[in-house]
């Protein structure tokens, strides 16, 4: 995954909830520094089909800028969180099986 600007990071997860069609309450967003473990292992995202996106940015700043605008989009999910090393803004549809 290559890193992007905040512009293209924030248009491409909105774009993202946008074609789902749901409203943006019903999605979660956050930032990490790993990706995987954190939408897998902590959110408990099933592994396969299933609605959400993951992108990176040059640095924290930009994905903490990022994370804030999604979330004055309506996004689930609370800002504050990480270190120097979160670069992934993520977003999911929260569901059944997801945590939250």
Known sequence: MEAQTPQQVYDEIKGHIVKQGSAYSTW????????????????????????FIVRQCHNDDDARNVEE???????????????QNTVYVYAYLKGNLTSP
Do not use: M, N, V
């Not at 979660?28 to 609605?51: M, N």
């Not at 999910?77 to 990480?82: E, F, I, K, L, R």
């Open 28 to 51: 979660y967003c956050g930032i990490t520094s790993d990706w995987e473990s954190r939408l897998f292992d902590q959110h408990k995202i099933p592994q396969g089909d299933y609605w």
């Open 69 to 83: 605008a999604l979330l004055k989009l309506g996004c689930d999910g609370a800002p504050g969180g990480g270190d």
